[in-house]
């Protein structure tokens, strides 16, 4: 086990960067509740060894097994954002600052962060907080980067209820709606919406940086402005991928003085350990402290990167009828979601293995490299240099080893600095020094 303990120390520092308070940690000797049973109980019921079971009992272990995997996807599975708000944990803060934009100040909302930060759960649960609050919300996506300012907004129109319109028939909602024409704009859909005042109505405008015509932005932001200058009962939420919510609304003054913007912050351990606790309740299985430890450390603040990490550990779990996540398991689970990330990035994947197996030092600056992304948003020289220990010998070394990992950045659009090309590798940097550094351990004490 000192092995283990030697990779946790190694990456202990991580926690402190995300989990800034002290945070109350839940048992983690407690039982699975007692309605959850998880496969490797299951499977030891009987007090034979599985190979051991008739095909009876076999099949029963294998539709256990199959019930649990389900119950991890729903409550950890990384690649679909969540239902509901029972799912929503760690956002209270954020919950709370779009409520009172939209239902105190009356104003419209802009959800930002980066890819895996979970804008689209944020906005999905603050949909259905509102709903239950007897708002109409109405969620459509931004598909088509090329979409005029009726496109894509006419999804809308059909699902508002015409009991919405107290002065207006049925009938009366169908001929306005027709009368816009295929080409409205601005103007003419707030004028339209004006006559909404028996409730309030949320539109989710998702994937809102997908948006590149200036034209359709200018048109969008005249549209939020006047729908406050109408005090119109429809609100506008914006979700979209931006480091700040700058680079979303550059250049429209307008709809910056007309809207709050809400960024998602990095989870912190208090979050992260919510959501494990709740990946327990459901299945059953359980991780075990130093596994928490490295999951919420090798996450680094991004509910993306602990769902899969989680996931693909707690499948590992599953299959072996195994119930708890040591940081063992952990490390012979992880190299399964490394790889499904090579396979769309190989090019980056292979740079960061190469570079990670040069030694300890090497390690150390790309550590910094993953960490001064993860926290500063950016790559600077004179920034990594600050990580690397400051001075003119460590931006000298922190210019160096930005060089060596180019093939893996791009410039930012402003020109100030670099940037990961896929905004998901900061983590899986992370990940290769920490295999690196396993293997390096493993050899060395085979070796002895």
């Not at 906005?123 to 919300?137: K, P, Q, S, T």
Request: net charge negative; proline share 4%.
């Amino acid at each position: 086990m000192k092995g283990w303990k030697h990779l946790l120390g190694r990456y202990s520092w991580l926690l402190e960067i995300w989990s800034p308070r002290t945070c109350a940690v839940a048992d983690l000797d407690a039982s699975a509740p007692s309605d959850v049973t998880s496969p490797a109980r299951a499977a030891s019921s009987s007090g034979e060894p599985v190979a051991a079971l008739g095909a009876v009992h076999t099949a029963a272990i294998l539709g256990q097994q199959r019930r649990a995997r389900a119950a991890l996807a729903d409550a950890l599975g990384p690649s679909l954002p969540v239902q509901d708000r029972t799912q929503l944990l760690g956002r209270d803060t954020e919950i709370d600052c779009l409520f009172s934009a939209i239902f105190d100040l009356r104003e419209h909302a802009l959800i930002y962060g980066g890819r895996g930060a979970g804008k689209t759960s944020l906005a999905r649960g603050f949909g259905d907080y509102a709903d239950e609050r007897g708002a109409i919300v109405i969620y459509f996506s931004c598909d088509d980067s090329h979409a005029s300012f009726a496109e894509i907004f006419t999804p809308y129109l059909a699902f508002i209820p015409a009991n919405c319109f107290s002065n207006m028939s049925r009938g009366n909602v169908g001929g306005a709606i027709a009368s816009l024409g295929n080409d409205f704009g601005a103007r003419g859909l707030a004028a339209f919406l004006a006559n909404i005042d028996e409730q309030r109505v949320i539109l989710i405008i998702d994937e809102f940086d997908r948006v590149t015509d200036g034209a359709v932005r200018n048109e969008i932001a005249t549209f939020a402005k006047l729908l406050s200058d109408f005090r119109s009962s429809v609100h506008l939420l914006f979700v979209g991928i931006a480091r700040d919510a700058h680079d979303l609304i550059h250049g429209h003054a307008s709809l910056r003085r007309h809207l709050v913007a809400v960024g998602l912050r990095p989870f912190d351990r208090a979050s992260a350990n919510a959501l494990l606790d709740e990946g327990e309740r459901r299945t059953g299985l359980r991780y075990d402290a130093d596994a928490r430890a490295m999951l919420i450390g090798l996450a680094a603040g991004s509910p993306y990167h602990l769902r899969l990490f989680a996931f693909t550990a707690g499948a590992a779990a599953i299959a072996a009828a195994r119930d708890a996540i040591t940081p063992g398991l952990l490390m012979e689970a992880l190299p399964v979601a490394l790889e499904n990330w090579a396979f769309l990035n190989p090019t980056a994947a292979a740079l960061f293995r190469g570079k990670a197996e040069e030694g300890p030092a090497q390690r150390r600056r790309l550590e910094a490299i993953a960490t001064t992304a993860l926290v500063d948003g950016t790559l600077t020289v004179e920034a990594l240099g600050r990580r690397l220990g400051g001075g003119p010998v460590a931006e000298a070394e922190a210019a160096a080893a930005l060089e060596r990992l180019a093939d893996a950045l791009v410039p930012n659009d402003d020109e100030q600095g670099f940037r990961f090309e896929d905004a998901l590798a900061p983590q899986f940097l992370l990940l290769s020094c920490c295999f690196a550094e396993q293997s390096i351990s493993v050899s060395g004490r085979n070796a002895a």
